[in-house]
């Protein structure tokens, strides 16, 4: 579990939707998770899914999980220059292993 | 509810010397875990305490160590500091046992060492 990989940029235009992809490695993992940081902050939960879901929505927020590739995935839709931050995705249960994160930009 | 508290915020040491930081856990939660994050890298698991004992390490030599007391208030403890120690370093309380584990991260403690 301690492989997981993120594009390093994103870059959007306010009102367009953001998709943040994730590879990770433990396919034991229970659940799987997003974690929001801006700038000299600690990290937000966005949101989490469990392994057996393909798919779980949360309001602006989509949650796509493809367990046989090992590919999580986050839509942000309608992206508002208030979504700008470096987005996490973690893997693990007691212990987390996160990526090495993927900065979004939105631009106005 | 109170959330999770890190002090101090920012702190500077040099080569060589020992830093404390400190954790506060959000209330209720028995677990607290420790992670690092260097400039630009997402955090890297340390060590995480439950009900006082250490309850898994990652890959960090034993000058790192920890602490959790009985209020479930945590320390790290960190000898020998080399140049690379310097990071963001964050603590996440948790409930063990809780359906899917959630830790809630304080807003950590940047620690840069000259």
Known sequence: GEDVEQSLFLSVREGDSSVINCTYTDSSSTYLYWYKQEPGAGLQLLTYIFSNMDMKQDQRLTVLLNKKDKHLSLRIADTQTGDSAIYFCAEGFNKFYFGSGTKLNVKP | ?114
């Open chain 2, 1 to 114: 509810e109170t959330g999770v508290t890190q002090s101090p915020t920012h702190l500077i040491k040099t080569r060589g010397q020992q830093v404390t930081l400190r954790c506060s856990s959000q209330s209720g939660h028995n677990t607290v875990s420790w992670y690092q994050q260097a400039l630009g890298q997402g955090p890297q698991f340390i060590f995480q305490y439950y009900r006082e004992e250490e309850n898994g390490r990652g890959n960090f030599p034993p000058r790192f160590s920890g602490l959790q007391f009985p209020n479930y208030s945590s320390e790290l403890n960190v000898n020998a500091l080399e140049l690379d120690d310097s990071a963001l370093y964050l603590c996440a309380s948790s409930l063990e046992g809780t359906r899917n584990n959630e830790q809630f991260f304080g807003p950590g403690t940047r620690l840069t060492v000259l």
